[in-house]
């Protein structure tokens, strides 16, 4: 087996059928398989896959799970991938589909000619169920390929839409911390990273939905167990790479500790922000004036606050007369 597809879905009725449909129009000089791992859908979704899997037998499987696994699909997708028999697998989610018939045939061909990449993507169109204008990911300035020092930065970084990769299939089992994160792409394209250079097609060749049930509308940055899952990921990726990337990735933690400040538990506790203050204040090494409007804003009660401004402003008034 040449290549292996994997749908991942969830409660993804209204477009399972354009996903497996763009799977299945693929040509390509060498046997696919598509595997369609559903999370315990209960809107209808299994019985559409198993249709295809009556309609074509042998060539889309479903990995129907008997629970839902978790983690935002995670779970999904890793026991989804014990399953593909492909020395490649190309990913896709159950609400993106496909647009050029020869996407397989040429990233395949791809990591053909370069046995030193790990993996490679493509362009991708991005829809809006809302309305918003739709547009390409990639610019025409995007790099023919990536390495891990790509991938890590003080902020998050993306640039390739799930349904655009395809991965050598070199991973046998994958770190205990992998499983614990929401957020697959990230981890998964640090791990792949590691093994090889990330190569770029600049050909459009699927399309990026985003509505209402995709994972990215789980992403809430205002939710303290989704920020701790982020931290712990950014915590685990840093030992993976053996800390060498251990500024960017400090400062990257310090954000989600900044965030936090604002989810429920500490929007109007100060005796409980004062740790998470003191955790992003250690971890981003702000200056003193940054330092000084973290404890006005979240650590001191109002009325106190703004005697400490005051206090603040006679001071400095007195230190540049």
Known sequence: MKVSVLIITYNQKRFIRKAIDSALAQQTSFPIEILVGDDFSNDGTRDIIR???QKHPGLVIGVLHPRNMGKNGGINF????????????????????????????KQADFLDAHPDYSM????????????TPEHVLNGPDTKPFFTVDDLIGEDEIWFMATSSTMYRNSIREYPAWFSESVSGDIPRLILKAKQGKIGYLPDLMSVYRKNQGGTSFTDRYDNEVFLRNR???????????????????????????KMMLNAERYRHSYTARLPIVGKYITLARPGWREVKDMIRDYV??????????KVALGLYRILNN
């Open 300 to 309: 001191l009660p109002p009325a106190v606050a703004r005697t400490y401004s």
């Open 51 to 53: 249709e295809y899997e």
């Open 120 to 131: 490679v993507f493509h362009n991708a169109l991005i829809t809006y169920e809302d309305g």
């Open 78 to 105: 890793l026991e989804t991938l014990k399953r593909a028999r492909g020395e490649y697998y190309a990913l896709m989610d159950g609400d993106d589909y496909w647009t050029d018939p020869l996407k397989l045939q």
């Open 231 to 257: 931290i712990a990921m950014y915590e685990s990726i840093n030992r993976e790479l053996d800390y060498q990337y251990d500024r960017k990735l400090q400062r990257n933690i310090a954000r989600y500790y």
